[in-house]
């Protein structure tokens, strides 16, 4: 059982990256799915959080009308949506699915925002 987080990399100020979270050897339909970040010297921060269908979704206030996250239970995937990306959103970013008795984290994927 894994989840493994893709999609990261260098982008320029204003650009748009899209992470995502595989999972395998799980019935992804049965975990709600988190994303968190942490930046150099900080606490990992959450970001985002939807539910088991995907019809529930949340984002950190910080974060609001930038990022969004999704679902496809069917291709046991989940994504993170970022636009307007600014330097401060660098940092490590990590999935988390939950299934309310076990939480599998991911290894994290770099965004890197710079000029």
């Known amino acids: 059982v894994q989840v493994v987080e893709s999609g990261g990399g260098l982008v320029q100020p204003g650009g748009s990256l899209r992470l995502s979270c595989a999972g395998s050897g799980m019935t992804f339909s049965r975990y709600i799915v988190r994303w968190y970040r942490q930046a150099p010297g900080k606490e990992r921060e959450f970001v985002a959080i939807?539910?088991?269908?995907?019809?529930?979704?949340s984002t950190a206030d910080s974060l609001k009308g930038r990022y969004t996250v999704s679902r496809d239970n069917a291709n046991n995937m989940a994504w993170l949506q970022m636009n307007s990306l600014k330097p401060e959103d660098t940092a490590v970013y990590y999935c988390?699915?939950?299934?309310?008795?076990?939480?599998?984290w991911g290894q994290g994927t770099q965004v890197t925002v710079s000029s």
């Open positions: 939807i539910g088991q269908s995907g019809s529930y979704t």
């Open positions: 988390k699915a939950s299934s309310g008795v076990t939480d599998y």
